[in-house]
């Protein structure tokens, strides 16, 4: 049965019934609307050759060519009231290096009824980013991260290529209903689509950017041998569409979180897209992708804020075509500074193929490491200033395929302006 409601929904294009779905409900019943929006600019210098968002294979998201002012990220975020425990969010973006300048990155149906009880129960229908990143607010008006301009490699990735369109419950007990310090919960999804995951992490790998995908806009990769139309690979097109249904199976998620009054902060959780590796549709191919992800924020005292985040997972395309392990982890210091705050982050990420892999002439594997710091700052209500020095340093055997050398050090200096309103 589920399966075939997948399937039936998979007949409509990028969710295009939730999100009319979601438009009826705000413009016409919606007892109270909220929207809030934020547009990011950005000037900075970079020495990066040629940044993937250029069809390149480096790790920032912009190189010595994107010199000027930028527009980083403009997000557009609308809540309405549908009835009194029920809400509609849809939120479209827009950004500077985006082939299309505007397109939906969020669009659900969200039930919060009123606790009768310890646990509170919430309930997301529609396509939405899973609660797994400590970098981003999730009350806030897009996905971005709120103490750098970069996200680690772990949230990188899921912004650019992974989004739940499904349904999530997640069931959380509040200990300060008995007068505990102890918070726990659970979180369960069900979803389709986004088949394709895995194929940046192969073919491009992992990245340091803060660049959102959209649901419909294609991402195109460098121009590697594997899928030219006399390569290895000839049905699988140059360009990534993350939103794709192709083989009809259903995938999951499944995880746990836990916090100790407000100074610890855990979570894990398990990711299985469940897909048929065997299968290609419309240039696109199905990738069985999953991972565990680690999570945890402590705060020693009222200004020290440490992150912690730990990714670790296999994804296969093929008859072991492509059959990549990856991992990524990051560790983030903040602490309040004169007027602002002080961040600092290191990276390290990598991806190994697997011995089964039976096409040596595509090399997916790749090892790196990264720093950040920032500063930012207030400027008023609305206002906000950050910059950010980052450097990465990686090494990936497949560049030399694009006539670039294997191992590669980017630096860059990035100032960003985030209006909110």
Known sequence: MIRNVFAHCSRFRYLRPLWLCAAICIGWQAHAIEIRGLVDLRVGSSDADRS?????????????????????????????????????????????????????????????????????????????????????????????????????????????????????????????????????????????????????????????????????????????????????????????????????????????????????????????????PLIVKNGQYSWNTRFNHLSARIQPGEKWQILLQALHGETIMGPNAVRLRYAAWYALASHPIGVGTLAARVDRFSAKEHRADILPADPNGESGRALAIAYSWPVSPSVSLVIEALHVKSDRIARILIFDPPTKAEKSLTASVRWQF
């Open 52 to 276: 993937w968002t250029r069809d390149g294979l480096d790790k920032t998201r912009y190189d010595r060519n994107s010199d000027g002012i930028r527009l980083g990220q403009a997000f557009l975020r609308v809540d309405g009231e549908v009835l009194n425990d029920v809400s509609a969010t849809v939120v479209v973006s827009a950004s500077d290096d985006r082939r299309r300048l505007v397109d939906v990155t969020e669009a659900w149906l969200g039930w919060n009824p009123v606790p009768t009880s310890a646990w509170k129960t919430r309930v997301k229908l529609g396509a939405f980013f899973p609660v797994s990143s400590l970098e981003i607010d999730y009350d806030s008006i897009g996905w971005t991260p709120v103490r750098t301009i970069s996200s680690s490699a772990i949230n990188s990735w899921i912004g650019e290529e992974l989004r739940t369109q499904g349904v999530e419950l997640t069931m959380t007990r509040k200990g300060v209903t008995e007068a505990s310090p102890h918070d726990y919960g659970f979180t369960l999804a069900l979803f389709g689509r986004n088949d394709p995951i895995g194929s940046l992490l192969a073919w491009r790998g992992w990245s340091i950017s803060d660049r959102i995908t959209g649901l419909t806009e294609p991402i195109r990769l460098a121009d590697l041998p594997v899928y030219r139309p006399s390569g290895e690979l000839p049905l699988q097109s140059r360009s990534i569409r993350i939103a794709r249904e192709i083989d009809h199976r259903p995938g999951f998620y499944a995880g746990a979180h836990y916090s100790y009054k407000s100074w610890l902060s855990l979570s894990a959780l398990h990711y299985d897209n469940r897909g048929d």
